[in-house]
Each structure stands twice: as C-alpha cells, then as structure tokens.
C-alpha cells in the first residue's frame, strides 16, 4: 500500500517562500495524480491544486496561481509544492493526497483523495 | 467555484444513536460528492466517494445518500470511536472545494 511522506516542519518568514516536498513510498504513482490541500489552524479544508506527476501537468486553484508551483521528480517519486511571497495567512498544515485518474475502475473510485500524507505544518511569523 | 454548507455545525449525541450530517451544494454535482471524517492531528480519510460507494475499509454504519444538490451522511449506531469533524467535498469541476465541517461530539 503506498505511503506519503511528507517533510518536516516549517517556520518562514513573512515574504519568504516555502517548499513542501511529498514522497511516494510502496508503490508508483502510475495513473495516480497528486492533489495539495491546507489546513488553517482550527478551520476547513482549501484545495490548492494538483499535478499528474508522469506528464507533469499541473491545475491551480485561482486563489493560489500567482504564487504556486508544483513539481514532480519522477526518479524519486517525489513532488514538491512551492509556495511563494507567503503571509501570516499561509499558517496552514499542508497535506499531499492521492487521486486515481487513470481509465476503468479503481476501489476507491476516480478523482477522489484516498490516500493522504500526515501533513507538514506551516507558520508564517516574523 | 460550488460552495458546499453543512449543517449542522456540531452534533451531540450518545453512543448508539443516529448521526445525520447535511451537505448542501450550490450548484447541481450529479453524485461526484465524497465525504472525510478527520480526527485531531490525522489527516483527512476518505468515507464515501460517490455520494453513496463505501471507501475501502469503512464501516457498513457509515452510510451516504442523495444526489445534485441535496446529501447526507447517516452514521447508523454511533460508535465512540466516530467522534471526529465530518467534511464534504466534490469533484463536479475545478476547482474541489469542501464543506465546513461538522463536528460529531458524544452527549
């Protein structure tokens, strides 16, 4: 069953930036693609976008597109959020998940997040 | 962008009982509506996809109905262990967006 594994913990200053990696472990991300969403302290949950990691092809919320790359390394089975000229507001526990987009069926059903990293919090603070 | 609201914010009741959450969408999601339960300092885990289908692995109490606009998650006898925020979420079309939450609290 494949894992995600994201990276540690992160303090950064008001218009700095930040990058989140996200490590796919047991298994490929062969017709899987990857979503980021985040987690402000004590609130919902905010889609940011997503990325198919085999074409590299990415989908940004609006919200987000000025100042949000994403990248995958196919190699490592890595992908890496970039978030940029950050304010207090990026305050978020950031999370990787899963989606199945490929043809056919799958388990868990298509573009649906089954499969989520344990999130790698994020505080903006000077 | 489609807003989802829950309602209602926080549900109170005791063990046993029927736990009925509301997802409301503002505009028609066919059944592309899926629903997380997250409990404090875990991630989010995916319930039901489909408005209806069972995740791998999810209780058969957990149960989703509805379609369009109007959905719900019924908990059928509620258990200590389902004590978590509840969030809706669609894939209708970019970008997903989710609902605010409810809260399942034991009375």
């Known amino acids: 069953q494949v894992q995600l594994v994201q990276s540690g913990v992160e303090v950064k200053k008001p218009g700095s930036s930040v990058k989140v990696s996200c490590k796919a472990s047991?298994?490929?991300?062969?017709?899987?693609?990857i979503s980021w969403v985040r987690q402000a302290p004590g609130l919902g949950l905010e889609w940011m976008g997503g990325?198919?990691?085999?074409?590299?092809?990415?989908n940004y919320a609006q919200k987000f597109q000025d100042r949000i790359t994403f990248k995958a390394d196919i190699s490592t089975n890595t992908i890496y959020m970039d978030l940029n000229t950050l304010t207090s507001e990026d305050t978020a526990v950031y999370y990787c998940?899963?989606?199945?987009?490929?043809?056919?069926?799958?388990?868990?059903?298509?573009?649906?997040?089954?499969?989520w990293g344990r999130g790698t919090p994020v505080t903006v603070s000077s | 962008e489609i807003v989802l609201t829950q309602s209602p914010d926080t549900l109170s009741l005791s063990p046993g009982q029927r736990a009925t959450l509301s997802c409301r969408a503002s505009q028609d999601l066919s059944i592309y509506l899926a629903w997380f339960q997250q409990k404090p300092g875990q991630p989010p885990r995916l319930l039901i996809y489909?408005?209806?289908t069972r995740a791998s692995g999810t209780p058969a109490r957990f149960r989703g109905s509805g379609s369009g606009t109007d959905f719900t998650l019924t908990i059928s006898s509620l258990e200590p262990e389902d004590v978590a925020f509840y969030f809706c979420?669609?894939?209708?079309?970019?970008?997903?967006?989710f609902g605010q939450g409810t809260k399942v609290e034991l009375k």
């Open positions: 979420q669609h894939r209708r079309n970019w970008p997903w967006t």
């Open positions: 998940a899963r989606y199945y987009y490929g043809s056919g069926t799958y388990e868990n059903g298509v573009f649906y997040m089954d499969v």
């Open positions: 990325i198919i990691p085999m074409f590299g092809t990415t």
């Open positions: 489909d408005a209806s």
């Open positions: 047991g298994g490929t991300l062969n017709n899987f693609a």
